[in-house]
């Protein structure tokens, strides 16, 4: 008698893809020049030889636009995820750019303090490196099983390939990282991280 398999705890990663995005890369690689003008030096957080903008890009004019589609899209996964919104707001915590030129990679990390996180991007040249997720069940790095087929079961690490004008929803604990960017261009996206506040503190 064959038996029965309960598959529990799934970690969902939700991709959406902006229609007419070409105009709107645009207008943001502008805008991320003009940051990069600003402040030549960014900060280190997971960067390994990119960019990292300030994190309060959500509150400048030119990305206040992809910004209310992240919510938007934020607030479908959190209505799917059965969140409770009646007493709970989704807001955009803060927000970033990212450009790694060639070599540049981010070192594994999470977000914490927040919910959800997510990327957009902007341009994606070939070979410019995929963010990968890994396993938050640290024991299976430890110690993995043989397997003969990786399956969503037994793999370690799943890895997205960057493409422009698309969208990346993820929790904000989920390990992850992108790879080193292997092109001769640079690699721009725009991250974000996504909180919830008490409607009785909004």
Known sequence: MAGERSDWF???IWHF???DSVQLNARLLEAIELEYQRDRQGVSWSNSLGWHSVDHLHQREPFKGLMSIALQNA???AQTMAWDLNRYTVSIANCWSIVNGKYASNYLHNHPNCFLSGVYYVKTPDRSGGLYFRDPREIVHMFPAPVLEVTPWT??????????GRMLIFPSWLMHGVEPNL???SRVS???NISLIPISQT
């Open 75 to 77: 607030i479908e996964v």
């Open 17 to 19: 893809d902006l229609a």
């Open 190 to 192: 725009i991250s974000f």
């Open 183 to 185: 092109s001769d261009d």
């Open 155 to 164: 793999l370690q690490k799943v890895t997205y390939q960057p493409i422009e």
């Open 10 to 12: 799934p970690t969902s």
